[in-house]
């Protein structure tokens, strides 16, 4: 079986080898490539983080709001 996984964590590895079935004992090979975020990526990645955890438009407007 080959399968390919993009971008996971590190932390992540050993949860998604389990949730593809595999035991604990079986051996695999395993190359690693790091991946290099584009600034727009990066705040992609940011954001979607920042909503799944709660953060609303008008939760951010409020943090940014300008109170000079």
């Given at each position: 079986?080959?399968?390919?996984?993009?971008?996971?964590?590190?932390?992540?590895?050993?949860?998604?080898?389990?949730?593809?079935?595999?035991?604990e004992n079986t051996?695999?090979?395993?190359?690693?490539?790091?991946?290099?975020?584009?600034?727009?990526?990066?705040?992609?990645?940011?954001?979607?983080?920042?909503?799944?955890?709660?953060?609303?438009?008008?939760?951010?407007?409020?943090?940014?709001a300008d109170e000079?």
């Open positions: 079986m080959k399968q390919t996984i993009h971008q996971i964590r590190v932390s992540e590895i050993a949860d998604v080898i389990q949730k593809m079935g595999m035991k051996m695999i090979n395993l190359t690693i490539e790091t991946v290099e975020n584009d600034f727009l990526t990066l705040f992609n990645q940011i954001g979607q983080e920042a909503q799944a955890k709660g953060l609303t438009e008008e939760i951010l407007e409020d943090l940014l000079s």
